[in-house]
């Protein structure tokens, strides 16, 4: 997969910040259910009545003695209080329960013994109206308590995560060498993010593949939509809704596009598979036109696309699990030049170009003046002769430091 053919987030870093924090994809990832943080706290934090059921989300702890904290709160805090805007500011229940549910609030937690020592029948009925927990700090603790069980069940959450994704990352990347790539990959990118995944081809003829089976339903709209929004366009990813459902599409250059559907937004792990999902497609798909597909260049094509997309530690973790290559000395490396110098007196002279320029097709053509396609058979005879993919960075790197010395 050249540059040329790379998306267009892949190669503009100001595109990659814009995707990655798409108001329709942001959120804030530490979600941690109320009924989880009660279990947590322990005997710190005790409801007044029955939690209701779902648990709502925890996105966060926060301590206010505000008539109106909500200036303060994006939404689905736990907000703390030991009773000033009652006690102090005389607001009454009612006002500030309702401003508080209408940003969502997961719940209000009131201290007692600074002030207030037990709740009052007007709080506890606005909250059974609102719809908002209510919950209560016993004398004897601190506030601390609550927040440190908070931040403990988040760390908890993005290890198992992060753990969860780099799982199905390495399975995607193994996908690429599949019989059936892209129904394999769009399988793993579903049933990790807890929904649907489909990739659409621009082409008529060509067939929709998504799982499950049960969604194939919504596929010729969502295909539809997605082909006019990428049309002509440097879209790095694209929302919108399908019959009451909001999916998330991107492109997969240059053939057509993934689109998913979590019922939620998505998290970074979310989107972290996602790019790995969308790489991994166009590797799979441009081998599928070659003569001699090749997995293990697949996997560095992906391990690179991770790392152009910022994700370091992801393209670590694939590399890791990459079949073990043979080490590079200055034997080989002299050995590789000079059966490069001895093959015909083009062939060195494109390797240089192409390593100077980070491996860009494109770049390596026009400074050349020759076509794409011959660039990569030059390429490809060159990578025959040494028995190595320039692909890989040990290789590239030692075979440019070698050659920039001629």
């Not at 200055?330 to 320029?357: C, F, K, M, N, Q």
Request: glycine residues 8%; contains cysteine.
């Amino acid at each position: 997969m050249g540059d040329a053919s790379r998306p267009v987030w892949m190669k503009r870093p100001e595109m990659r910040k814009a995707w990655m924090f798409h108001p329709a994809l942001r959120q804030n990832d530490r979600m941690v259910s109320l009924a989880q943080l009660v279990t947590e706290a322990g005997s710190a934090l005790r409801p007044v009545g029955p939690l209701p059921l779902p648990s709502p989300q925890v996105r966060g702890v926060h301590v206010s003695e505000l008539v109106d904290p909500t200036t303060f709160l994006d939404g689905g805090e736990l907000v703390l209080t030991t009773g000033v805007p009652f006690t102090v500011r005389g607001e009454r229940p009612g006002p500030y329960v309702d401003r508080l549910a209408r940003i969502d609030a997961a719940g209000i937690v009131v201290g007692l013994g600074q002030g207030i020592d037990e709740i009052s029948s007007g709080l506890r009925e606005a909250c059974r109206r609102s719809g908002v927990p209510l919950l209560v700090v016993p004398p004897e603790e601190p506030f601390q308590r609550v927040t440190r069980a908070y931040w403990a069940l988040v760390a908890g959450t993005d290890r198992t995560a992060a753990v969860q994704s780099l799982s199905a990352q390495s399975r995607i990347v193994r996908a690429i060498a599949a019989d059936e790539p892209a129904a394999q990959i769009v399988r793993i990118v579903a049933q990790s993010l807890g929904g649907w995944a489909a990739f659409l081809p621009h082409d008529d003829a060509a067939e929709s593949t998504g799982w499950p089976a049960s969604r194939s339903g919504l596929l010729p709209a969502v295909r539809t939509e997605a082909r006019r929004l990428f049309a002509g366009t440097e879209l790095a990813a694209a929302t919108f809704a399908v019959s009451g459902h909001d999916v998330v599409a991107y492109p997969v250059a240059p053939t057509g596009a993934l689109a998913v559907g979590a019922g939620r937004p998505l998290s970074a792990e979310d989107r972290l598979l996602v790019v790995t999902a969308q790489a991994a497609l166009e590797t799979a798909l441009a081998a599928r036109t070659e003569e001699e597909p090749d997995a293990e260049r697949g996997i560095d094509e992906v391990i690179a696309d991770l790392v152009g997309a910022g994700h370091i530690e992801a393209a670590r973790f694939v590399a890791r699990r990459r079949r073990p290559r043979p080490p590079v000395d200055a034997e080989h490396v002299a050995r590789w030049v000079d059966d490069l110098a001895a093959a015909r007196g083009t062939l060195i002279d494109t390797v240089a170009e192409h390593l100077r320029g980070g491996r860009s097709w494109e770049r390596t053509a026009r400074s050349l003046d020759v076509h794409r396609n011959t660039v990569r058979s030059r390429i490809a005879q060159a990578e025959q002769i040494i028995g190595r993919p320039l692909s890989d960075p040990d290789v590239s790197a030692s075979l440019w430091l070698a050659l920039r010395e001629l």
